[in-house]
């Protein structure tokens, strides 16, 4: 039996870029929470999202980067009990100072905004190495370089896509626009072996019923997850990425099927209902079942 709907946070094995691509833990909520509120961020971390992203760059005004900075540092100075990221600023505007300040802490790992050229992540991984980056893609020039920006260093351990900047550089904010770009960025993640990408930001908080159906439309087209900024945004987007109960246990069936026919040497076998199976089919069932594992 098919498995139509991919879960999963993407393919393991070794990616052209180098490094460990091993699966990761699935993601399906990044909540963005201000940099220079640092009474939110205990508060981020309980209201079950599955990764917090600490913002440095759009979230905090420019007289207020170095205390942010400061007060980001000294939070993850000690262990958290989910991941916590840090959005620092742009290359060339305060990005260096930031990676650098999170030298020694228990950083998960960096999204660096408005990345384009694959120099830039070389030197966010020299300023702070060890660490996963994730390069956000969120003008014309870095959609062109996704792949190049993908595979350009081994500590790149996923791609994100930012709509708002790229619709006010290209002057629209047209579906079709911007979904031809956020598939380039899917692409890019595939073709790299790297988890599939999340969407961007939904940015109606109060439309839940939107974010709902939107958060359906990404998951058909391949995303995984999403970047919110509310915690009422949390509950919903873990609801659609997290596999239904159906789909698990047609998923656990299908991997039982494959465990019997591999035993008889088979490569493609057909399912209870005639249907035909292949690996594709596996690996998207054993997604389904990774993810379930992960969310429960």
């Given at each position: 039996m ?20 091993r ?9 963005y929470?201000?940099?220079d ?5 205990g508060?981020?971390?309980a209201?079950g ?17 170095a205390?942010?900075r400061?007060?980001v540092?000294g939070?993850?100075?000690r262990?958290h009990?989910?991941p ?12 260096e100072e930031?990676?650098?300040a999170?030298?020694g802490t ?8 408005k ?13 702070l190495?060890g ?8 003008t014309a020039?870095?959609i062109?370089?996704a792949?190049?920006?993908?595979t350009?260093h081994?500590m790149?351990?996923g791609?994100?896509f930012?709509e ?7 002057g ?11 598939h380039r ?8 072996r790297?988890p ?5 930001v ?6 839940l019923d939107?974010l709902?159906v ?6 058909e087209r391949g995303?995984?997850?999403r970047?919110?900024?509310h ?21 656990r069936?299908?991997v ?22 292949d690996a ?13 594992s992960?969310?429960?």
């Amino acid at each position: 039996m098919e498995v139509p709907t991919p879960y999963g946070a993407g393919p393991g094995g070794a990616g052209p870029g180098g490094g460990d691509r091993r699966p990761r833990p699935v993601v399906r909520t990044w909540l963005y929470v201000p940099g220079d509120r640092p009474e939110r961020f205990g508060k981020a971390l309980a209201c079950g999202a599955d990764a917090v992203v600490i913002d440095l760059e759009d979230a905090v005004a420019p007289v207020r980067k170095a205390a942010a900075r400061d007060a980001v540092a000294g939070f993850l100075d000690r262990d958290h009990p989910r991941p916590v990221y840090v959005r620092v600023n742009p290359p060339g505007r305060g990005g260096e100072e930031d990676l650098t300040a999170l030298r020694g802490t228990r950083v998960s790992g960096v999204r660096i905004p408005k990345c384009e050229r694959p120099a830039q992540v070389a030197e966010a991984a020299r300023l702070l190495p060890g660490v996963p980056l994730v390069p956000l893609l969120e003008t014309a020039l870095g959609i062109e370089h996704a792949h190049a920006l993908a595979t350009g260093h081994a500590m790149v351990s996923g791609l994100a896509f930012g709509e708002a900047d790229l619709a006010a550089e290209l002057g629209t904010g047209h579906r079709d626009v911007l979904d031809a770009a956020a598939h380039r960025v899917l692409l890019a993640a595939a073709a790299a072996r790297l988890p599939r990408p999340p969407l961007s930001v939904f940015p109606a908080v109060r439309d839940l019923d939107g974010l709902a159906v939107d958060c359906v439309r990404g998951r058909e087209r391949g995303f995984f997850g999403r970047s919110v900024v509310h915690p009422a945004q949390v509950a919903v987007v873990n609801s659609v990425f997290t596999p239904r109960a159906g789909e698990v246990e047609a998923a656990r069936r299908l991997v039982e099927s494959a465990e019997r026919a591999g035993a008889g040497g088979a490569g493609a076998w057909l399912d209870a209902n005639g249907g035909l199976v292949d690996a594709a089919a596996l690996r998207r069932a054993r997604a389904v079942l990774d993810t379930a594992s992960a969310a429960s």
